[in-house]
C-alpha cells in the first residue's frame, strides 16, 4: 500500500504488517499496541491454532503413547490432549516443526524434518490470506480501531506471490531493518528465546551441503540440532535481508531497530511511520 503523510494522518482505521527478522521486536511491538486499540493479528498463532492445530496434536498424542499410562487412558477416551499456543507462546509450534538432525538429541530425520517445512510453509500462506477476513473481525466483531500483523520472519521466504499482493492490498508494510549495531543482539536473542524457522528447500540444502564436510559429517544423522540452529541462524539472516527489502522497496516503508526500541506507545509509532513515509516519499 502506497500513502502520503497526509493520507496516513487521515486514515481512520490503520492497518500495517510488520515485516522483519525473528527477534527484531515485532511481536513486542504489537502486544504494545494491543493496549492502543490495535488488534494484533499474531501469523504464528493462527499456524498453531488452525493450520498445524491436528498435527501439532498428533505429534503429542504419539509421544503420550509411549507411556503405558497415558496410552490406556488415551485409548479408552478417558483423557483429552490439548496445546495451550497464545500469542507469547509457540512452544508447540516450535516443537512441531522441530529442527534436523540425530533424533536421539532431538533432531528430525532430514525427509521428516522437510516435510513439516513445508506443512508450515503452508500454513503462513493460508495464514497470510486470511488477513482481509480479520482486518473485518477486528472492527465488525471485536470493535478495534486499528489492525497490525505479525508476520513470522520467514514471510520473505515464501516465493508466493499472492500473498504479498493481499498484504500490500490490505495493509501498510513496515519493514523493521535490523541495525549494524544490533545484529549480534538480535541473533543472540533469537538462540536465547527460539522462533519456529522455515527455510527455502535451496537455502537448506546448501547449508547443509556446507555443514556436513565442515565437521566431518557423513549423514544429516549425525548432526546436533542445536548446534546446527545456532551456526545456520547468522547465515539465514544474511540471506534475507535482501529479501525483506526486494519487498518493502516497491511496497513499503522502512524503520530501523533502533527507531523502534525508542517506540513507547502509540503515538510513538504513529510520529516514527510518518517521517518513514516522508524518507521514501
Not at 56 to 84: C, W
Not at 274 to 281: F, P, T, V
Request: aromatic share 10%.
Amino acid at each position: 500500500m502506497k500513502i502520503t503523510v497526509d493520507e496516513f494522518s487521515a486514515w481512520k482505521n490503520k492497518r500495517i504488517t510488520l515485516l522483519g527478522m525473528s527477534g527484531v521486536g515485532k511481536t513486542c511491538l504489537s502486544n504494545m499496541l494491543r493496549r492502543h486499540d490495535w488488534f494484533h493479528y499474531s501469523g504464528d498463532y493462527r499456524i498453531g491454532t488452525r493450520y498445524l492445530d491436528e498435527p501439532i496434536l498428533d505429534q503429542i498424542k504419539t509421544q503420550a503413547m509411549h507411556v503405558p499410562f497415558l496410552r490406556d487412558l488415551l485409548r479408552s477416551d478417558s483423557i483429552y490432549i490439548g496445546h495451550n499456543i497464545t500469542v507469547d507462546n509457540l512452544e508447540p509450534v516450535l516443537a512441531f516443526v522441530g529442527k534436523p538432525g540425530n533424533p536421539e538429541l532431538g533432531g528430525l530425520p532430514i525427509d521428516e524434518f522437510k516435510r513439516r517445512q513445508a506443512m508450515y510453509r503452508q500454513g503462513e500462506i493460508a495464514a497470510m490470506k486470511d488477513v482481509p477476513d480479520f482486518i473485518r473481525k477486528a472492527r465488525e466483531i471485536y470493535g478495534y480501531q486499528h489492525f497490525v500483523n505479525d508476520v513470522g520472519g520467514s514471510l520473505c521466504e515464501l516465493e508466493d506471490p499472492l500473498v504479498i499482493d493481499v498484504l500490500t492490498a490490505h495493509t501498510m508494510i513496515v519493514y523493521i531493518q535490523v541495525a549494524e549495531d544490533d545484529q549480534s543482539e538480535l541473533i543472540k536473542r533469537a538462540e536465547a528465546d527460539p522462533k519456529p524457522l522455515y527455510y527455502r528447500p535451496e537455502f537448506l540444502d546448501a547449508q547443509l551441503a556446507e555443514y556436513l564436510p565442515t565437521y566431518g559429517l557423513t549423514d544429516t544423522n549425525e548432526i546436533d540440532p542445536d548446534e546446527f540452529t545456532r551456526w545456520v541462524f547468522p547465515r539465514l539472516f544474511r540471506a534475507r535481508i535482501p529479501r525483506y527489502e526486494a519487498i518493502t522497496d516497491p511496497y513499503g516503508y522502512t524503520v530501523s531497530s533502533t527507531e523502534i526500541s525508542m517506540v513507547r506507545d502509540d503515538k510513538d509509532l504513529l510520529a516514527l511511520l510518518k517521517i518513514a513515509i516522508a524518507r521514501k516519499q
